[in-house]
Nanobody, 115 residues
Framework: QVQLVESGGGLVQPGGSLRLSCAAS????????MGWYRQAPGKQRELVAT???????NYANSVKGRFTISRDNAKNTVYLQMNTLKPEDTAVYYC?????????WGQGTQVTVSS
């Protein structure tokens, strides 16, 4: 069973930065695209960013220029560097891997942006 474990969330002031990590296990990590999604209270889960196996990235318009997704295949880890955070970035952030038409999710990590 694929395992995805997120870490790095927390409370940060507006304008601050956080780096999320997602460690994957039980998959050949380098073969698969990975993604970060988020879900705010009362809202649907939404795409934040994705990265293909070859490193091509894609971002939601709301985070372009502020967030950076990257991966380290040697560590089976995908990262989300979040800069210039805004209160509307507050959400639970989830790591995602789609393997053989099945979506796998981590348990999520809470990010709260507040003064």
């Amino acid at each position: 069973q694929v395992q995805l474990v997120e870490s790095g969330g927390g409370l940060v002031q507006p304008g601050g930065s956080l780096r999320l990590s997602c460690a994957a296990s039980r998959i050949t990590f380098s073969l698969y695209a990975m993604g970060w999604y988020r879900q705010a209270p009362g809202k649907q889960r939404e795409l934040v960013a994705t990265i293909t196996s070859s490193g091509i990235t894609n971002y939601a318009n709301s985070v372009k220029g502020r967030f950076t997704i990257s991966r380290d295949n040697a560590k089976n880890t995908v990262y989300l560097q979040m800069n210039t955070l805004k209160p509307e970035d507050t959400a639970v952030y989830y790591c995602n891997a789609e393997i053989a038409l099945t979506n796998y999710w981590g348990q999520g990590t809470q990010v709260t942006v507040s003064s």
